[in-house]
Nanobody
Framework: QVQLVESGGGLVQVGGSLRLSCAAS????????VGWFRQAPGLEREFVAV????????RYADSVKGPFTISRDNAKNTVYLQMNSLKPEDTALYCC?????????????????WGQGTQVAVSS
């Protein structure tokens, strides 16, 4: 069982930046592919980004490609999501998740462990 805890959310103005962190309770986060997802009120959960075990491979949703960057520091057992040029449509609850999958999957159903999420609000 992997316990994931997100942090770094908050209220920011349009065009601002936030860096989200996803910390794991175990030292084995490096054994998992980790992704970020978001869910806005009334909408379905949406894939944001995913990163491979070593961090050398990543995938992004088209809507965030460019302004968002996923990275990881396995020594700190943490995965990050740097979000720049934020827009009101980026407002959502952001959750990280870990999967045993061997592939850079973007499907929420493929992820085995989930954090509780951190709220991001972008004001115009």
């Amino acid at each position: 069982q992997v316990q994931l805890v997100e942090s770094g959310g908050g209220l920011v103005q349009v065009g601002g930046s936030l860096r989200l962190s996803c910390a794991a309770s175990e030292r084995t986060l490096s054994s998992y592919i980790v992704g970020w997802f978001r869910q806005a009120p009334g909408l379905e959960r949406e894939f944001v980004a995913v990163i491979s075990w070593g961090g050398g491979h990543t995938r992004y949703a088209d809507s965030v490609k460019g302004p968002f960057t996923i990275s990881r520091d396995n020594a700190k057992n943490t995965v990050y999501l740097q979000m720049n040029s934020l827009k009101p449509e980026d407002t959502a609850l952001y959750c990280c998740a870990a999967t045993h999958s061997m592939y850079l999957t973007t499907s929420p159903e493929s992820f085995d462990y989930w954090g509780q999420g951190t709220q991001v609000a972008v004001s115009s």
